[in-house]
Nanobody
Framework: QVQLVESGGGLVQAGESLRLSCAAS????????MGWFRQTPGKEREFVTA???????LYADYVQGRFTASRDGAKNTLFLQMNSLKPEDTAVYFC?????????????????WGQGTQVTVSS
């Protein structure tokens, strides 16, 4: 089992920045990819970004150029630097992990999830 704990959410104004963190613990030996998804009430969880075991990155088109994902040297912490935030970025952001080196844009392909952290962007 892998446990994921997110932190760093909050309330900001449009144009401001936030940095989310996700710490993985438990069975973290072996290769695993990590990603961020977000969800608003009544909508499906949507892909934001993912980082492969070797550091390759995937981004959703709507965050390209504004959000940057990274993993620490030990690869057990995933970060999401969010700049130029917009009101439509308001959502609960979830960290996810899947065993294996490859990342995925599909939420069903992730085995482990954090509890989520709320990001609210006011206009």
């Amino acid at each position: 089992q892998v446990q994921l704990v997110e932190s760093g959410g909050g309330l900001v104004q449009a144009g401001e920045s936030l940095r989310l963190s996700c710490a993985a613990s438990g069975r973290t030996t072996g290769r695993y990819a990590m990603g961020w998804f977000r969800q608003t009430p009544g909508k499906e969880r949507e892909f934001v970004t993912a980082v492969t075991w070797v550091g390759g990155k995937l981004y959703a088109d709507y965050v390209q150029g504004r959000f940057t994902a990274s993993r620490d040297g030990a690869k057990n912490t995933l970060f999401l630097q969010m700049n130029s935030l917009k009101p439509e970025d308001t959502a609960v952001y979830f960290c996810a992990a899947r065993m294996g080196a490859a990342a995925s844009r599909i939420h069903n392909e992730y085995e482990y999830w954090g509890q989520g952290t709320q990001v609210t962007v006011s206009s």
